[in-house]
């Protein structure tokens, strides 16, 4: 079946660095690409998407390359705040045939003043 | 932004009772999702509902499980017998668009403590 790697557990970071999570996927079909956001007690946000290969979906200065070559969609921010800690996931989305969403195991990212 | 509402915010409950799960989806939704995640553990896709029908359901949408959203009402999730295993936290999540790459608005989740 479908699924998603997020090779990081966990990321520790000082304020100002550069974040880099790792997300590979495996579909049958041709998803769409998502990364969410969970803040503690509350349910993950929408953070943005990408629907085709090399297409860049953006927010909040977090940014990722849908890449189907090497089935990849990494997450990057060149400069963490403390306010950006929580968990972040990785998911695949529905495509033809296809109307399950796949969530990565989540990267907790705390960041430090 | 939109926001998705679920009631209870937490339910404990004896093994073997029923429990129904509501959710208050965006409005003008019309997908419907629920997912299952134990204590420190990944988002897991429970079921997919849309037009009254489930769309698709996972290996964790056990028998025991049903949900429906009856004349537009609150999407439902309802346990018939509670196990041990069903303790967790659910979250609900609507979506509006019709096919394509549509973003899911999530709910503050359900914490569920089977005893």
């Known amino acids: 079946g479908d699924s998603v790697t997020q090779t990081e557990g966990q990321v520790a970071l000082s304020e100002e660095d550069f974040l880099t999570i790792h997300c590979n996927y495996s579909?049958?079909?041709?998803?769409?690409l998502f990364w969410y956001v969970q803040y503690p007690g509350e349910g993950p946000q929408f953070l943005f998407r990408?629907?085709?290969?090399?297409e860049k979906g953006s927010s909040r200065g977090f940014e990722a390359t849908y890449d189907k070559g090497t089935t990849s969609f990494h997450l990057r921010k060149a400069s963490v705040q403390e306010s950006d800690s929580a968990v972040y996931y990785c998911?695949?989305?529905?495509?033809?045939?296809?109307?399950?969403?796949?969530f990565g195991a989540g990267t907790r990212l705390k960041v430090i003043a | 932004g939109p926001k998705v509402l679920q009631i209870p915010s937490h339910q404990i409950i004896d093994m073997g009772q029923m429990v129904t799960l509501n959710c208050d989806p965006v409005?003008?939704?019309?997908?419907f999702y629920w997912y299952k995640q134990i204590l420190g553990q990944q988002m897991e896709f429970l079921v997919n509902?849309?037009?009254?029908?489930?769309?698709?359901k996972s290996k964790l949408f056990k028998d025991q499980f049903s949900v429906e959203r009856p004349d537009g009402s609150y999407f439902t999730l309802k346990i018939q017998p509670t196990a041990l295993e069903d303790s967790a936290v659910y979250f609900c999540?609507?979506?509006?668009?019709?096919?394509?790459?549509?973003?899911?608005?999530f709910g503050p989740g359900t914490r569920l403590t089977v005893l």
């Open positions: 998911a695949l989305g529905p495509y033809t045939g296809n109307y399950k969403y796949v």
């Open positions: 409005s003008n939704h019309l997908y």
């Open positions: 509902f849309y037009n009254g029908k489930v769309m698709e």
């Open positions: 579909a049958s079909g041709y998803p769409a």
């Open positions: 990408a629907s085709r290969d090399k």
């Open positions: 999540a609507s979506s509006g668009r019709t096919g394509g790459a549509r973003e899911q608005y």
